[in-house]
T-cell receptor, first 113, second 115 residues
């Protein structure tokens, strides 16, 4: 059984640029959630996708957006990058039958210069 | 709003010592509670969970009991190993409305176990 995978592993961008992060959910999981983890902090919920629609959102501005595809994979897009967007971005998938049991990928480390 | 507070680290123990990491929560209703572990350079792994009051979650020698009266979910292990060195996160998931599936995490507690 393949777990949650994310790409790329690391990414360096400059302020004002746009970035797209990708996530493949675990086999059999149809719900994907994204989290931002700043250095030394716990993860913060960005949003969740179910059946290709946003199904809950945390306290993040609209420049954070996402997509979910028919195969349940997902993208996180961040526009107009700011220095404070530097963080580890974690994707988690879960089966709808147990939506709060989430399985995390290894994350994408984004550095904004 | 809902929140999780866990003891600040770092915590340094000798191998075979007893471990307790305190976690308390504030939530509306009856949340599900979790402990996740993050090893260096990796994502989070679910360690254990409890979904209702008085439930005890356990895994790999770790235990935590859902105490509604004290709004706590303390993590314990009787004898830690060097391989337990990691960052431990307490988390909750509200079981109502649009907050379902939204995990709220504490800030994490770094554990170092010395041989």
């Amino acid at each position: 059984e393949t777990g949650v995978t994310q790409s790329p592993t690391h990414l360096i961008k400059t302020r004002g640029q746009q970035v797209t992060l990708r996530c493949s959910s675990q086999s059999g999981h149809n719900t994907v959630s994204w989290y931002q983890q700043a250095l030394g902090q716990g993860p913060q919920f960005i949003f969740q996708y179910y059946r290709e629609e946003e199904n809950g959102r945390g306290n993040f501005p609209p420049r954070f957006s996402g997509l979910q595809f028919p195969n349940y994979s997902s993208e996180l897009n961040v526009n107009a990058l700011e220095l404070d967007d530097s963080a580890l971005y974690l994707c988690a998938s879960s089966p709808r039958s147990s939506y709060n049991e989430q399985f995390f990928g290894p994350g994408t480390r984004l550095t904004v210069l | 709003g809902d929140s999780v507070t866990q003891m600040e680290g770092p915590v340094t123990l000798s191998e075979e010592a007893f471990l307790t990491i305190n976690c308390t929560y504030t939530a509306t209703g009856y949340p599900s509670l979790f402990w996740y572990v993050q090893y260096p350079g990796e994502g989070l792994q679910l360690l254990l969970k409890a979904t209702k009051a008085d439930d005890k979650g356990s895994n790999k020698g770790f235990e935590a009991t859902y105490r509604k009266e004290t709004t706590s979910f303390h993590l314990e292990k009787g004898s830690v190993q060097v391989s337990d060195s990691a960052v431990y996160f307490c988390a909750l998931s509200a079981n109502y409305g649009g907050s379902q599936g939204n995990l709220i995490f504490g800030k994490g507690t770094k554990l170092s176990v010395k041989p």
